[in-house]
């Protein structure tokens, strides 16, 4: 998207990546003010045809990045696909712009996965898939997105839910 910049925080263990996406946007909205331009965190601000803007949330557990984490990984991802519409509906206001299908990301009323797929859902990196162990990155949270939502429900669905 035309003007778009990216950044990123982390590695970060549980409610801390919160915290620093919190103080990553306060710090880029007083840099924007001190230098006279505006900032959004809309997921797509301009309507046209290009990327909008996300926040893809890598994730893992200790079992996901063990010998054998890739089952660990694919079962956590199983679990996200027959969540997806809850956490759709969480993930940030507007997102239905970006979703589209288009630009390297899936359909909002669809999930997929796959290795190395940057138009899927949920992508999960080729390394990942070649050590047997890693991590994933959910590409569904729009830019807006609360990181205390979305990273409690990414959570709460691969640990805690039992389907």
């Known amino acids: 998207m035309p003007g778009q910049?990216?950044?990123?925080?982390?590695?970060?263990?549980?409610?801390?990546a919160g915290d620093q996406v919190w103080v990553a946007r306060y710090l880029l909205e007083r840099?924007?003010?001190?230098?006279?331009?505006?900032?959004t965190f809309d997921p797509k601000p301009i309507p046209g045809d290009w990327n909008g803007a996300g926040a893809h949330t890598n994730y893992?557990?200790?079992s996901m990045r063990k010998d054998g984490g890739f089952k660990v990984i694919v079962d956590a991802v199983e679990k996200l696909k027959l969540k997806h519409k809850e956490?759709?509906?969480?993930?940030?206001e507007g997102n239905e712009r970006r979703l589209t299908g288009k630009h390297e990301t899936a359909d909002i009323n669809?999930?997929?996965?796959?290795?190395?797929?940057?138009?899927a859902s949920v992508r999960v990196g080729r390394e990942t898939e070649q050590n047997g162990k890693g991590y994933f990155e959910d590409r569904r949270p729009a830019s807006n997105m609360d990181p205390y939502v979305v990273t409690s429900m990414i959570a709460e669905t691969t640990i805690l839910w039992k389907p």
């Open 60 to 62: 893992s557990t200790e």
């Open 5 to 16: 910049w990216e950044f990123q925080v982390g590695p970060t263990v549980g409610i801390s």
């Open 31 to 39: 840099i924007t003010e001190i230098a006279g331009v505006v900032v």
């Open 87 to 92: 956490h759709i509906a969480a993930y940030g």
């Open 110 to 119: 669809t999930f997929s996965w796959g290795v190395a797929n940057r138009g």
